[in-house]
């Protein structure tokens, strides 16, 4: 099974600014099957990123999505106020499909 | 708009059971593979399990195997959770979710929370 860890747990950051998340993998995923979730307190996730760097519909282009392998990022360049939330990433390389901790992002 | 509405959560006592549903519209939901996914409390998401459009094909983790059951009923849109042999650890929200090629999810429910407890 692979392990995804995200860091850092919280990030506290002002609106504006840009956000960095990491999501590090115990093993090469594969063709860079990996997707970035938004979940706000009392909802359901929604999908922002797959394949590693294509957004999904909808999605405003300040999110963007890079990494191969082990090691991947979610960047939000300009922080809006509803963008604080908890941001998950989720491996499809392989089975079980798995996902990160979460990484809280903060005022 | 594609809309996904969980039901069929509650309270219930360890090995108990319980069924869940997931009524869908605004996509075909006969062409799509559809998936369950939880969160405990304060917790991150678990895969739960998969089913393929025609409903022949199932997944599950090691966690919910020989207890958990997926299946769907394509003329009426809606999929389906039976959770037998329950646990204080199945305690969660559990979404349904439409399952993207090759893998990711593109669209989630409400979520139906699930509490396992005496």
């Known amino acids: 099974e692979i392990v995804l860890t995200q860091s850092p747990g919280t990030l506290s950051l002002s609106p504006g600014e840009r956000a960095t998340l990491s999501c590090r993998a115990s093993?090469?995923?594969?063709?860079?099957?990996l997707a970035w979730y938004q979940q706000k307190f009392g909802q359901a996730p929604r999908l922002l990123i797959y394949?590693?760097?294509s957004r999904a519909t909808g999605i405003p282009d300040r999110f963007s999505g890079s990494g191969s392998e082990t090691d991947f990022t979610l960047t939000i360049s300009r922080l809006e106020p509803e963008d604080f939330a908890v941001y998950y990433c989720?491996?499809?390389?392989?089975?079980?499909?798995?996902f990160g901790q979460g990484t809280k992002v903060e005022i | 708009e594609v809309q996904l509405l969980e039901s069929g959560g509650g309270l219930v006592q360890p090995g108990g059971s319980l069924r869940l549903s997931c009524a869908v519209s605004?996509?075909?939901?006969?062409?799509?593979?559809m998936s369950w996914v939880r969160q405990a409390p304060g917790r991150g998401l678990e895969w739960v399990s998969t089913?393929?459009?025609?409903?022949?094909?199932?997944f599950y983790p090691d966690s919910v195997k020989g207890r958990f059951s997926i299946s769907r009923d394509n003329s009426r849109n809606t999929l389906y959770l039976q959770m037998n042999s329950l646990r204080a650890e199945d305690t969660a929200v559990y979404y349904c979710?439409?399952?993207?090629?090759?893998?990711?999810?593109?669209?989630w429910g409400q979520g139906t929370l699930v509490a396992v407890s005496s």
């Open positions: 979710a439409k399952w993207a090629s090759p893998g990711y999810y593109d669209y």
């Open positions: 605004g996509f075909t939901f006969s062409s799509s593979p």
């Open positions: 089913i393929n459009s025609g409903g022949a094909g199932t």
């Open positions: 093993q090469s995923v594969s063709s860079g099957y």
């Open positions: 394949g590693a760097s």
């Open positions: 989720q491996q499809y390389g392989s089975s079980p499909r798995t």
